[in-house]
């Protein structure tokens, strides 16, 4: 079946460290997000990419990072920048120029 | 100009009755309005959509009420179930020749009693 998949499903960070958070979709989808989640905020974009070799900024892209060497695969770092990281991740894609977005499951990161 | 509020953050209906969930929103370029629904620990779901060259668009128990000139849209549970708890997110997107760029709601917690 085609979807998305994230890993790990639960990530635990020390301070100081970097975390990457695995994105893989098997949609030929065009363009992939990253989005997070904090109770009572919805969702905020992150990063986005609409092609191999081209991402951009989303509204809270300080202390992130990703790279889309594949078009079926879209990482997020988190970097020792990002100084409040606990949250749930959210992977999305979707077709161009397709409406719908397909999530993944989430990572939940929480700072120990 | 990119807001999109949602309310109320949570609710809690009885089995059979409606549950309604508004938004709003600010930016008039936006043209696509989706619900999703996310259940703990899951990503969200596309439940309907709409654009506004509609005002109203029905899918089984589930309905979207959209008023272009208020700027607002609303999502109706009809005949709510137990099944329905979950937390609800409407969205908007501007057109875009390219990525399009959802801006989500603060999410609606809804709760059917038994």
């Known amino acids: 079946d085609g979807g998305i998949t994230q890993s790990p499903k639960y990530l635990f960070r020390k301070e100081g460290q970097n975390v990457t958070l695995s994105c893989e979709q098997n949609?030929?989808?065009?363009?992939m997000y990253w989005y997070r989640q904090d109770p009572g905020q919805g969702l905020r974009l992150i990063y986005y990419?609409?092609?191999?070799?081209?991402?951009q900024k989303g509204d809270i892209a300080e202390g992130y990072s990703v790279s889309r060497e594949k078009k079926e695969s879209f990482p997020l770092t988190v970097t020792s920048a990002q100084k409040n990281p606990t949250a749930f991740y959210l992977c999305a894609s979707t077709l161009l120029p397709n409406y719908g977005y397909t999530f993944g499951s989430g990572t939940r990161l929480t700072v120990v | 100009q990119q807001q999109v509020k949602q309310s109320p953050q949570s609710l809690i209906v009885q089995k059979g009755g409606i549950s309604i969930i508004n938004c709003a929103y600010e930016n008039t370029a936006f043209d696509y309005f989706p619900w999703y629904q996310q259940f703990p620990g899951k990503g969200p779901a596309l439940l309907i959509a709409?654009?506004?060259?509609?005002s109203e668009k029905k899918e089984g128990r589930f309905t979207i009420s959209f008023n272009k000139s208020a700027k607002q849209f609303s999502l109706h549970i009809m005949d709510s179930q137990p099944g329905d708890s979950a937390t609800y997110f409407c969205?908007?997107?501007?057109?875009?020749?390219?990525?399009?760029?959802?801006?989500f709601g603060s999410g609606t917690q809804l709760t059917v009693l038994p």
């Open positions: 969205a908007a997107s501007p057109p875009s020749g390219s990525a399009r760029q959802l801006t």
């Open positions: 709409i654009r506004p060259d509609v």
């Open positions: 990419s609409q092609i191999v070799n081209d991402f």
């Open positions: 949609l030929n989808h065009d363009a």
